[in-house]
């Protein structure tokens, strides 16, 4: 026996700007800093490079460094890499933001709220059910299942873990790929 074809429907999570950082100032109470325009300020001594990221206090202004890189020599870094930290290319600022290592070292961690969205298509009407949705992260925003789906479908989070069969525990924060099946409500 067969089951019913299901409808798959895509839904795409996108980052709308860079995450907050949530990094202590040493000026003032605040726990949230910005990378604002995305600069870098690079320093040589000699033939070692040292790669700073500029970053801003959301509350005083006050501007600090997360260190990229520290003391390397200038021929272990790729030419194109270099002219990037140079040149403050955007891409570069986002992708050395958005590595776990960078964070590790530097103590941050990223304030994802408001900083993505969810494109999804309208939900089928009932006869349709059950359908299939396969969810695609374009950048690493890490979020539950279970409140991404309610946000997608505007369920109750409790309807979700009723309704939703998830490949992955619904409750765990992913920030990668992942399907679910939503069944008909009674």
Do not use: Q
Request: proline content about 10%.
């Amino acid at each position: 026996m067969s089951s019913p074809p299901h409808t798959v429907l895509p839904w795409v999570v996108r980052r709308t700007r860079l995450p907050l950082l949530s990094l202590r100032c040493v000026d003032c109470p605040s726990g949230s800093a910005t990378t604002g325009e995305g600069r870098f300020r690079v320093n040589a001594n000699g033939k070692l490079l040292d790669v700073w990221l500029l970053v801003r206090c959301t509350s005083c202004d006050r501007t600090s460094k997360l260190t990229v890189h520290e003391r390397v020599p200038v021929r272990s870094l790729d030419p194109a890499e270099l002219d990037g930290y140079h040149a403050n290319d955007a891409a570069l600022v986002a992708s050395r933001l958005l590595d776990p290592l960078l964070a590790h070292r530097n103590r941050f961690a990223l304030d994802w709220s408001g900083a993505w969205r969810l494109d999804a298509p309208p939900a089928p009407p009932e006869r349709a059910w059950p359908f299939r949705v396969e969810v695609r992260f374009e950048d690493p925003v890490p979020v539950r299942p279970e409140r991404l789906i309610a946000h997608g479908l505007g369920l109750s989070r409790n309807e979700v873990l009723r309704r939703v069969k998830c490949e992955v525990p619904p409750r765990r924060t992913r920030s990668s790929d992942f399907a679910f099946t939503v069944l008909p409500g009674e």
